[in-house]
């Protein structure tokens, strides 16, 4: 199985840019579809950018779309989340994961969870 680290995550201003970085170890990275997800205080953890194995394809939540955008390096296992236009509400835990079926949105269908990384951005 996969595990994924998430680093990058920090405090920034609205309008500002960060950019969030997934390092996979484990199983074979570039099989898999990964996916970013978000966690805020109190609420349940949502999607927000999933990319296929190959970068073919990529989906992304309605809030994050335009703003956001998820890349990925099989040759050295890391994916990134480059977040521009940042919100307040964009603040939140955010995390990486993989799964193994083509288009996966759900939380359930991925697995290689990280510790997240926090991302609070400020009015």
């Known amino acids: 199985q996969v595990q994924l680290v998430e680093s990058g995550g920090g405090l920034v201003q609205a309008g500002g840019s960060l950019r969030l970085s997934c390092d996979a170890s484990g199983r074979t990275f570039s099989s898999n579809m990964m996916g970013w997800f978000r966690q805020a205080p109190g609420k349940e953890r949502e999607f927000v950018a999933a990319?296929?194995?190959?970068?073919?394809?990529?989906w992304y939540a309605e809030s994050v779309k335009g703003r956001f955008t998820i890349s990925r390096d099989n040759t050295k296992n890391t994916g990134l989340l480059q977040m521009n236009s940042l919100r307040p509400e964009d603040t939140a835990v955010y995390y990486c994961a993989a799964a193994d079926f083509f288009g996966a949105r759900q939380v359930r269908q991925y697995s290689g969870w990280g510790q997240g990384t926090q991302v609070t951005v400020s009015s």
């Open positions: 990319i296929s194995w190959n970068s073919g394809f990529t």
